[in-house]
């Protein structure tokens, strides 16, 4: 193994730093990944938000926060009993290729996949607290100088309360000040929080849940440009400086951390505006689903992996048990270095998929039991394998 680990570190170390490779890219697309939801049959055995079927857990309400990796993850540690369900339920393997998978992901994410649940107690207190509850009504109780937030239970998305809130920042700003209400801000988990309160607490509305669409990531590049972003903020190499770069964080996001940042950071974003003379955008609720589309596709949610450590993993998990790897002969899976296709995390969680229904082609004695990954690792593994330079 150790020769072949050095040429690898040498084919990294060709490959550069890591490629700043698209989640998904621009032309993947979340509505497209909830038609691949039904048409593959997850929703035979998935619900999302209750709705669908009871065979494998509800997708919409998984505790612990989620990244992109955390479900590359999960789903490659799941395969072998999913497939197993498959096989007593006579459901045929769904096959997915790059392009389905990249639009799963993108339905997923924006169907709040990632974010985890609130905290209804700590929702109530800060309704109060932060003096909400001044201004608004929610099932009953609060003031009236602003709109009843009960309609919000129907939107369960942070997409939605992002905007609204991006939308009335400015005028709820002016009343906070006459009232002498100092503006809130939000930390951690707040806003999560005050959102699953509002959903407890208000009314249940006979048509039951409507959630905000999922995104488009091209549209959402068109309106980052058309709605002046991008005269401030730079994402995928490109734009103005006054705002800070929304491309490639360091650290991973949630869509309701990315509610909050948008709403802490109004009053800097208006006085910005306002010393550019650029007029403060309205966005639509289906508008803020594509800008989200699109900074998901620069990034902005989720940190990439490590090259150099994904070796070890691929190593440490048994893929090279099976696989060979820069021409090295005698494996019964093919070369990783000659797998094509293989230019998106999408499609390594396409390739990944597949595995759970495939004959193990090794010899009994080289047998080895399916080797869990932890999101970390798959981080490094897709970074890994992105990687290697492939002869075209
Ligand atoms: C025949 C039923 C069945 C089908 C069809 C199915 N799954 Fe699953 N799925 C399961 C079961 C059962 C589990 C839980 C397995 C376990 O506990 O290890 C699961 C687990 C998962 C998980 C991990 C959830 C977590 O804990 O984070 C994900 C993600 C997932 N499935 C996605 C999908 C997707 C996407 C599809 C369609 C391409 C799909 N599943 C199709 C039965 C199914
Ligand atoms: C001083 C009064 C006041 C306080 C305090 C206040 N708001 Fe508002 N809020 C308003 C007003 C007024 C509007 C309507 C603004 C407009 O018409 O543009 C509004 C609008 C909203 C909207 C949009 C509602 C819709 O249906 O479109 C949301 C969401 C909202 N507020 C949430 C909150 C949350 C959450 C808090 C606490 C963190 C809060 N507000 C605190 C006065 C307030
Ligand atoms: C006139 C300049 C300007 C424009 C236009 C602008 N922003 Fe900003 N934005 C800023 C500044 C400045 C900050 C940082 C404020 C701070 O850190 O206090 C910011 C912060 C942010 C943040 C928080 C970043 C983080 O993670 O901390 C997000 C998200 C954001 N902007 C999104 C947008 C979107 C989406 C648009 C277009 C609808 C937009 N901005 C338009 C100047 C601008
Ligand atoms: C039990 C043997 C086995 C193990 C273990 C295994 N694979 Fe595979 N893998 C296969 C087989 C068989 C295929 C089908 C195509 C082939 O022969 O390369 C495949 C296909 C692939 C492909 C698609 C290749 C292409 O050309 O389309 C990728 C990428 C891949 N595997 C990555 C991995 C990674 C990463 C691991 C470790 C987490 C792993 N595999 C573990 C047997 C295995």
């Given at each position: 193994?150790?020769?072949?680990?050095?040429?690898?570190?040498?084919?990294?170390?060709?490959?550069?730093?890591?490629?700043?490779?698209?989640?998904?890219?621009?032309?993947?697309?979340?509505?497209?990944?909830?038609?691949?939801?039904?048409?593959?049959?997850?929703?035979?055995?998935?619900?999302?938000?209750?709705?669908?079927?009871?065979?494998?857990?509800?997708?919409?309400?998984?505790?612990?926060?989620?990244?992109?990796?955390?479900?590359?993850?999960?789903?490659?540690?799941?395969?072998p009993?999913?497939?197993?369900?498959?096989?007593?339920?006579?459901?045929?393997?769904?096959?997915?290729?790059?392009?389905?998978?990249?639009?799963?992901?993108?339905?997923?994410?924006?169907?709040?996949?990632?974010?985890?649940?609130?905290?209804?107690?700590?929702?109530?207190?800060?309704?109060?607290?932060?003096?909400?509850?001044?201004?608004?009504?929610?099932?009953?109780?609060?003031?009236?100088?602003?709109?009843?937030?009960?309609?919000?239970?129907?939107?369960?998305?942070?997409?939605?309360?992002?905007?609204?809130?991006?939308?009335?920042?400015?005028?709820?700003?002016?009343?906070?000040?006459?009232?002498?209400?100092?503006?809130?801000?939000?930390?951690?988990?707040?806003?999560?929080?005050?959102?699953?309160?509002?959903?407890?607490?208000?009314?249940?509305?006979?048509?039951?849940?409507?959630?905000?669409?999922?995104?488009?990531?091209?549209?959402?590049?068109?309106?980052?440009?058309?709605?002046?972003?991008?005269?401030?903020?730079?994402?995928?190499?490109?734009?103005?400086?006054?705002?800070?770069?929304?491309?490639?964080?360091?650290?991973?996001?949630?869509?309701?951390?990315?509610?909050?940042?948008?709403?802490?950071?109004?009053?800097?974003?208006?006085?910005?505006?306002?010393?550019?003379?650029?007029?403060?955008?309205?966005?639509?609720?289906?508008?803020?689903?594509?800008?989200?589309?699109?900074?998901?596709?620069?990034?902005?949610?989720?940190?990439?992996?490590?090259?150099?450590?994904?070796?070890?993993?691929?190593n440490a998990k048994g893929c090279l048990t099976c696989?060979?790897?820069?021409?090295?002969?005698?494996?019964p899976?093919?070369?990783?270095?000659?797998?094509?296709?293989?230019?998106?995390?999408?499609?390594?969680?396409?390739?990944?998929?597949?595995h759970?229904?495939?004959?193990d082609p090794r010899p009994a004695r080289a047998k080895a039991p399916w080797a869990e990954?932890?999101?970390?690792?798959?981080?490094?593994?897709?970074?890994?394998?992105?990687?290697?330079?492939?002869?075209?």
């Open positions: 193994m150790r020769p072949v680990l050095l040429a690898l570190g040498l084919l990294v170390a060709l490959a550069g730093p890591a490629l700043a490779q698209s989640l998904f890219g621009a032309t993947q697309d979340p509505l497209a990944g909830s038609r691949v939801f039904g048409a593959r049959g997850c929703v035979k055995c998935h619900a999302v938000n209750g709705v669908g079927g009871m065979v494998g857990p509800d997708l919409g309400r998984i505790e612990r926060p989620r990244s992109f990796f955390d479900l590359a993850a999960a789903l490659w540690n799941h395969a009993r999913m497939a197993e369900r498959m096989r007593q339920q006579g459901i045929a393997r769904p096959r997915l290729d790059a392009r389905e998978m990249g639009d799963l992901v993108a339905f997923l994410f924006t169907l709040d996949y990632f974010d985890p649940r609130g905290d209804v107690d700590a929702g109530r207190r800060l309704f109060t607290e932060k003096r909400c509850v001044v201004c608004h009504q929610v099932g009953g109780t609060g003031g009236v100088v602003g709109p009843n937030l009960d309609a919000l239970r129907q939107y369960a998305s942070p997409i939605y309360l992002a905007a609204q809130m991006w939308n009335h920042g400015p005028q709820m700003a002016a009343v906070m000040a006459a009232r002498k209400i100092p503006r809130p801000s939000f930390k951690d988990a707040e806003l999560r929080d005050l959102i699953a309160y509002i959903g407890a607490a208000s009314p249940v509305i006979a048509q039951g849940p409507l959630y905000v669409l999922p995104g488009r990531a091209g549209r959402g590049r068109a309106l980052f440009a058309q709605k002046r972003c991008a005269e401030c903020h730079s994402a995928a190499g490109q734009g103005g400086t006054l705002g800070p770069d929304l491309a490639e964080r360091s650290v991973t996001l949630s869509l309701t951390q990315f509610a909050s940042a948008m709403w802490n950071k109004t009053p800097a974003m208006l006085a910005a505006m306002k010393s550019r003379a650029i007029p403060v955008p309205q966005l639509q609720p289906d508008e803020m689903a594509d800008v989200v589309a699109y900074l998901y596709s620069v990034r902005y949610f989720a940190q990439g992996g490590d090259p150099k450590k994904g070796v070890a993993v691929a696989h060979a790897l820069a021409g090295e002969r005698g494996k899976a093919g070369d990783l270095a000659r797998a094509k296709g293989l230019d998106s995390p999408a499609a390594v969680l396409a390739a990944l998929w597949d759970s229904f495939i004959a990954i932890r999101p970390g690792e798959m981080a490094d593994l897709v970074a890994f394998l992105q990687s290697l330079r492939r002869p075209q």
